[in-house]
């Protein structure tokens, strides 16, 4: 079956019945609670999972610490050694990892390569950071004195990472964490599990080659309990966490109680905005793009688009035709590109969505339904999938003028929509007169992670990227909201949690920094001039 081929691939057992061991920390194990992976495309249990038992889980934890001391002495560049060949383990596997992706997260194939693709870029980039994780001289105020600030390793990084980036965010965090001479513990989503166990052996085949403890990259598989351990054991110095605002607020609180290090990358609610100007045929595919790829499941996804009267019917109009030609198909299947929702759940929550839209006076242009098994073929049938969606909302801004203040009022109609992350393919549409008016909407939510405009005038460039422009993290001019590469800093600002992972000066929050003022003089004069023998 198409499911035993993608699993074949990559060693994972499928016989029926078979419990997977979904934990490791140097050997395979778990004797925790079982959980199911399913396919979204076809309901079909994939396999069923081990966790860790709350005794294994303390285990781990003890093993991981074990790991990072002795990872800790490991020179940089050798480290960096050990991320080049987790790098060329993966790109051996990168067709068969993606078509995992695929199979058990649910997107298309070429989104679930480019997610394996990622991962590998980031372990580049590590290779070279692992030579230039410099600290630096400062100068001193006092004469015979040197400053340095050093960085050094931080401890066990423990990574919780949500369902639609299985592979990429544990490789934006594994790598830099690695180049920064930490051990990380791993739980990934619940629902993810296998993607976890074969991203995990070949990184473990490899610690293993290089006689390093498999501890240093520990998995263990599971839902809330097992999270709600890591965020709440000491051992774990460091909880990068990539997830919903509701389990963000959690877990900020449960690791900021007991004083550790939280990063944080959570919803986003992400606007474009088209201004009249705009070159429309590289701004409409990248909206559709952004608001349908992953099915509308990406922190990235573009669910908000603000558009300048004089173009708005018809950027919407091509938009309508675009969104009509989409038919659900197999993620396996390279010319599907509609892929279904991750799970039923998922499909429950866009209905009650579009529900709330109409209840709150918006019109459906495109959509709204989810398709059920009679429209779906074969072993689609029960696929979790809905109709990619446009939403007008009549109160808010089709009849908007150029006061930002009443646009204000306006927007308040279906405030609660606008402002909250729905995790499906639902894009809110609004016009605009004036840019300031449209930057207003796209900084009244709570949540700050990506934004993007469309416009070949450079004036309106300058006051988008400027202090009275997007609010986001990521704040694009002419590219879509969703797509980001690795070289800059990645997250969001606000409710989003503002934390920054992958490039950038990321890799800086993977350290343990110490100002170390050295005195090589006679005397030993205190800051500041302050006299304190007299
Ligand atoms: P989620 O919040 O339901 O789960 C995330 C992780 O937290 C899972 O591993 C889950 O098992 C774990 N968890 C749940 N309760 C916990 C608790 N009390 N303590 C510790 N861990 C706990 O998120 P999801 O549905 O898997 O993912 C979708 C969300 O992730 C969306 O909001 C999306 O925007 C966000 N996301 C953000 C980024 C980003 O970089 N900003 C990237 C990808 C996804």
Same mark, same amino acid.
């Given at each position: 079956?198409?499911?035993?081929?993608?699993?074949?691939?990559?060693?994972?057992?499928?016989?029926?019945?078979?419990?997977?061991?979904?934990?490791?920390?140097?050997?395979?194990?778990?004797?925790?609670?079982?959980?199911?992976?399913?396919?979204?495309?076809?309901?079909?249990?994939?396999?069923?999972?081990?966790?860790?038992?709350?005794?294994?889980?303390?285990?781990?934890?003890?093993?991981?610490?074990?790991?990072?001391?002795?990872?800790?002495?490991?020179?940089?560049?050798?480290?960096?050694?050990?991320?080049?060949?987790?790098?060329?383990?993966?790109?051996?596997?990168?067709?068969?990892?993606?078509?995992?992706?695929?199979?058990?997260?649910?997107?298309?194939?070429?989104?679930?390569?480019?997610?394996?693709?990622?991962?590998?870029?980031?372990?580049?980039?590590?290779?070279?950071?692992?030579?230039?994780?410099?600290?630096?001289?400062?100068?001193?105020?006092?004469?015979?004195?040197?400053?340095?600030?050093?960085? =050094?390793?931080?401890?066990?990084?423990?990574?919780?990472?949500?369902?639609?980036?299985?592979?990429?965010?544990?490789?934006?965090?594994?790598?830099?964490?690695?180049?920064?001479?930490?051990?990380?513990?791993?739980?990934?989503?619940?629902?993810?599990?296998?993607?976890?166990?074969?991203?995990?052996?070949?990184?473990?085949?490899?610690?293993?080659?290089?006689?390093?403890?498999?501890?240093?990259?520990?998995?263990?598989?599971?839902?809330?309990?097992?999270?709600?351990?890591?965020?709440?054991?000491?051992?774990?110095?460091?909880?990068?966490?990539?997830?919903?605002?509701?389990?963000?607020?959690?877990?900020? =609180?449960?690791?900021?109680?007991?004083?550790?290090?939280?990063?944080?990358?959570?919803?986003?609610? =992400?606007?474009?905005?088209?201004?009249?100007?705009?070159?429309?045929?590289?701004?409409?595919?990248?909206?559709?793009?952004?608001?349908?790829?992953?099915?509308?499941?990406?922190?990235?996804?573009?669910?908000?688009?603000?558009?300048?009267?004089?173009?708005?019917?018809?950027?919407?109009?091509?938009?309508?035709?675009?969104?009509?030609?989409?038919?659900?198909?197999?993620?396996?299947?390279?010319?599907?590109?509609?892929?279904?929702?991750?799970?039923?759940?998922?499909?429950?929550?866009?209905?009650?969505?579009?529900?709330?839209?109409?209840?709150?006076?918006?019109?459906?242009?495109?959509?709204?339904?989810?398709?059920?098994?009679?429209?779906?073929?074969?072993?689609?049938?029960?696929?979790?999938?809905?109709?990619?969606?446009?939403?007008?909302?009549?109160?808010?801004?089709?009849?908007?003028?150029?006061?930002?203040?009443?646009?204000?009022?306006?927007?308040?109609?279906?405030?609660?929509?606008?402002?909250?992350?729905?995790?499906?393919?639902?894009?809110?549409?609004?016009?605009?007169?004036?840019?300031?008016?449209?930057?207003?909407?796209?900084?009244?939510?709570?949540?700050?992670?990506?934004?993007?405009?469309?416009?070949?005038?450079?004036? =309106?460039?300058?006051?988008?990227?400027?202090?009275?422009?997007?609010?986001?993290?990521?704040?694009?001019?002419?590219?879509?909201?969703?797509?980001?590469?690795?070289?800059?800093?990645?997250?969001?600002?606000?409710?989003?949690?503002?934390?920054?992972?992958?490039?950038?000066?990321?890799?800086?929050?993977?350290?343990?920094?110490?100002?170390?003022?050295?005195?090589?003089?006679?005397?030993?004069?205190?800051?500041?001039?302050?006299?304190?023998?007299?």
């Amino acid at each position: 079956s198409r499911a035993r081929n993608v699993l074949g691939a990559l060693d994972i057992p499928t016989s029926d019945g078979v419990e997977l061991p979904g934990v490791y920390d140097g050997t395979w194990g778990g004797c925790g609670e079982v959980s199911e992976s399913v396919c979204p495309a076809t309901g079909e249990v994939l396999a069923h999972v081990r966790s860790a038992s709350p005794q294994e889980m303390q285990a781990i934890l003890s093993k991981t610490r074990e790991a990072f001391q002795t990872f800790r002495d490991v020179p940089a560049p050798k480290r960096g050694e050990i991320l080049r060949q987790i790098r060329e383990a993966l790109a051996r596997k990168r067709d068969e990892l993606g078509a995992l992706v695929s199979l058990e997260m649910g997107k298309i194939r070429t989104e679930g390569e480019g997610e394996v693709q990622e991962f590998i870029d980031i372990c580049d980039y590590a290779v070279g950071l692992s030579r230039m994780m410099n600290g630096n001289v400062v100068n001193s105020e006092r004469s015979g004195h040197t400053i340095l600030e050093v960085p =050094n390793p931080l401890g066990v990084v423990g990574v919780l990472s949500a369902f639609n980036f299985p592979v990429a965010v544990y490789g934006w965090n594994l790598a830099l964490s690695l180049a920064a001479g930490n051990a990380t513990l791993w739980k990934p989503s619940p629902t993810t599990p296998l993607c976890s166990i074969a991203v995990t052996k070949i990184i473990a085949e490899v610690l293993e080659r290089n006689a390093l403890p498999g501890a240093v990259a520990s998995l263990v598989t599971g839902g809330k309990d097992v999270g709600e351990a890591i965020t709440g054991s000491k051992e774990v110095d460091m909880v990068s966490f990539t997830g919903s605002e509701e389990t963000g607020k959690k877990v900020a =609180n449960a690791v900021q109680s007991r004083f550790g290090k939280v990063l944080l990358e959570l919803g986003g609610n =992400n606007a474009a905005i088209v201004m009249p100007d705009a070159d429309l045929s590289l701004a409409i595919p990248a909206i559709f793009f952004g608001a349908v790829g992953t099915a509308g499941q990406r922190c990235t996804s573009t669910r908000r688009l603000y558009l300048h009267r004089s173009i708005s019917s018809s950027v919407l109009s091509s938009l309508l035709r675009l969104y009509e030609t989409l038919r659900p198909g197999d993620p396996l299947d390279r010319k599907t590109l509609l892929a279904p929702l991750h799970t039923r759940n998922a499909v429950g929550m866009y209905g009650s969505a579009v529900r709330r839209l109409r209840e709150s006076g918006s019109e459906i242009l495109v959509g709204g339904n989810a398709y059920d098994g009679k429209s779906l073929e074969g072993p689609l049938e029960r696929g979790n999938y809905v109709q990619p969606t446009i939403a007008r909302p009549l109160s808010a801004s089709l009849s908007s003028n150029t006061s930002a203040s009443s646009s204000k009022s306006e927007l308040s109609g279906a405030q609660d929509l606008w402002r909250t992350e729905i995790f499906a393919p639902i894009l809110q549409v609004g016009v605009f007169d004036e840019l300031e008016e449209a930057i207003e909407w796209n900084n009244a939510v709570p949540q700050g992670l990506s934004s993007s405009l469309w416009t070949r005038d450079v004036r =309106n460039v300058g006051r988008w990227i400027g202090p009275r422009g997007s609010d986001c993290g990521i704040v694009n001019v002419n590219v879509g909201t969703s797509g980001a590469e690795i070289g800059a800093a990645f997250g969001g600002n606000k409710s989003t949690g503002w934390g920054r992972e992958s490039g950038g000066d990321a890799w800086k929050q993977y350290v343990r920094w110490s100002a170390c003022t050295i005195n090589f003089s006679d005397s030993a004069p205190l800051a500041q001039g302050i006299r304190h023998i007299v």
